[in-house]
């Protein structure tokens, strides 16, 4: 999934690449907690959390935490080496399916996601022919693809233009392109400049067959050879998670504040999604939910034809880790 939260008070479009770290000194762990996140609420949140609770440091860690604009630039960061850990949308779990990355835990659910055309386009079969613009590997275009399939189309049957978030939010309000999978806030960039256009789908009109989830993600070499390290991430990440579902407003500013984001923008992102406690992701893995979830997906990456051959959950999402953190 791309950037879901722009880092400038003034556009709400814009992403950044840059590393610092967070709290005092180094140590040889610290070196390995290298942790890329996408600037939106639900990736960043938890990061904002645990430095201002000071989650870090009760593990001894002093973590490196870098932003990236999607998922899948994310996990090309593991492959060289350059990143262990990560948050990525929906839209990039067909990577950790073709083995090139671990998901180690679930994050949250999402409702932002749509499709959306220009006012003068009714149906998403009026979209036969014409110009489309996707955030490829995203959740964006998971929407796009799933709302096409459900009116009996492929994306062979629009002309697919591949974009990044910012350029779809111009290219939309220019009507440069006649239809987007695309999410907000970024949509609420494009409304008053765009004010006839319309949605065709929500992550909702897929809910509660298909949850579009964001997920912990770590790299396959730091899994194996350092689950430990895994585990102490982990265990960050759910008392973050736990400490955001019981004090979302207070959650809200402490994100804001960490993105240098609009407010507004940071909180309607926030009420759209559903926060989900340790306690309930321990079950839903246990009980079998969250393999679930990802097998779902993997029927859509081949259905869509992003993978032919995914994994089994079994082999990429490291449960047993997740439960014993």
Known sequence: MLTRR?????????????????????????ADMTIGYIADFPNASVLAIAQDQKLWEAEGITPSVK?????PIQIQAMGAGSLNFGTIGPGALWLPASGRAKVVGVNDIGFSDRVIVQGNISTIKDLKGKKVGVPQGTSGDMILR???????MTVGDIQVVPMDPATIVSAFTSKQIDGAGIWYPLIDVIKPRVPDMKELASNQDFYPQTSFINTFVARNEIVQQNPDLVKKFLRVMKKAMDYRAANIDRSIQITTAFLNAPADATEKVARSR???????????????TVNKWLADFNKMFQEFGTVKDPLPPEQFYTGDLFTSA
């Open 274 to 288: 559903k926060m989900l406690t340790s306690r309930e992701l321990d079950a839903f893995t246990r009980d079998g």
């Open 146 to 152: 799933m709302t096409l399939t459900r009116a009996g």
């Open 67 to 71: 932003v990236f604009t999607n998922g």
């Open 6 to 30: 722009n880092l400038m008070k003034t556009t709400a479009v814009a992403a950044v690449a840059s590393a610092f770290s967070i709290g005092g000194k180094a140590s040889a762990q610290s």
